[in-house]
């Protein structure tokens, strides 16, 4: 049994737009092909059956299991919630009968392409961020090639989110964040200049350099953002995870952590056309 708000088990929050439940019944009927074909369909149904508050009952037939299945996943949509658990539940004794079924992100991408509001993180259903969109990164100065570097590296992450892939999300866009602060390397100002080449070293003659201004608050909060996450006992990004006790993110997390490290990202830009020779450029 999944968990999600009670109260949903006896109110709808919210259905299934029929398209979508079209879309799920094909991971079903895909599920369904071999031998043991009708008993697989046989397992959705009386899930949708119990999602649906009606009885079970045997179809006299592999095609009429089909269209029996469609009719209770139609009438169990008027659930969101409870829909989403049917299906999952189901493709859980399937998948022990030897046959391939859905993944979570699968469901995840049809859940919101067709905005209904919902999406798994297991063991959990929770509402979905429905039309919140990641913070914007530009790099208005930086040459063709650097911009599509960032751009791909920021595509690659909210395709990760967006598929469920939480951590990996989170590690794509701390990679483009070490990456875009190499841009100060070599630096000089009539301050100081910055002689470290990895993220970290880079940070701290940054701080050093603009002591007392906003370069240094703003720094200082991306450093300790990187290294709760660099941190085994932390976040668990960059240096692994504690194997005796993982972190786990889950996806309201990942979304903060992008959009916080987005933001570290732009600042940078922002600050390397302001305190530099004129913007960014690999040459």
């Known amino acids: 049994m999944f968990e999600f ?3 949903w088990r006896f109110a709808s929050p919210g259905a299934v737009p029929e398209a979508a439940v079209r879309e799920i019944f ?3 009927k895909r599920s369904s092909h071999g031998d043991r074909g009708w008993s697989i369909l046989e397992t959705f149904k009386i899930y949708f059956a119990r999602s649906a ?3 079970y009952n045997r179809s006299s037939g592999p095609g009429w299991a089909a269209t029996d299945l469609w009719s209770l996943m139609f009438d169990a949509a008027a659930n969101a919630p409870l829909f989403i658990e049917a299906f999952l539940e189901a493709c859980e004794d399937v998948h022990a009968l030897g046959a391939p079924v859905a993944s979570v992100p699968d469901v995840n991408r049809v859940l919101r392409q067709h ?3 919902f999406q798994v993180d297991p063991p959990k259903i929770i509402r979905a961020t ?3 969109e990641p913070v914007a990164v530009s790099a208005p100065t930086a040459s063709e090639r650097t911009n599509a570097l960032i751009q791909r590296s920021l595509q690659n ?3 990760l989110l967006n598929d469920g892939s939480y951590r990996q999300a989170v590690q794509e866009v701390l990679w483009l964040m070490e990456t875009v602060a190499t841009a100060f390397k070599g630096m000089a100002t009539s301050s100081g200049s910055v002689e470290g080449k990895y993220f970290s070293q880079i940070v701290h003659d940054l701080r050093r350099i603009h002591k007392g201004g906003a370069l240094e608050q703003v720094l200082g909060w991306a450093m300790g953002l990187y290294g709760y996450l660099s941190s085994p006992t932390g976040g668990g990004i960059r240096h692994g995870t504690d194997i005796a006790d993982p972190a ?3 996806e309201h997390e990942a979304r903060l952590f992008c959009d916080l490290i987005r933001t570290y990202i732009q600042y940078l830009l922002a600050a390397h056309e302001r305190v530099g020779d004129g913007g960014l450029d690999e040459s």
């Open 5 to 7: 708000d009670d109260s």
């Open 26 to 28: 094909s991971f079903a």
């Open 53 to 55: 508050g009606t009885s």
């Open 115 to 117: 905005g209904t509001g």
């Open 130 to 132: 429905v039309g919140v």
């Open 157 to 159: 992450s909210e395709r």
């Open 248 to 250: 786990d993110i889950e």
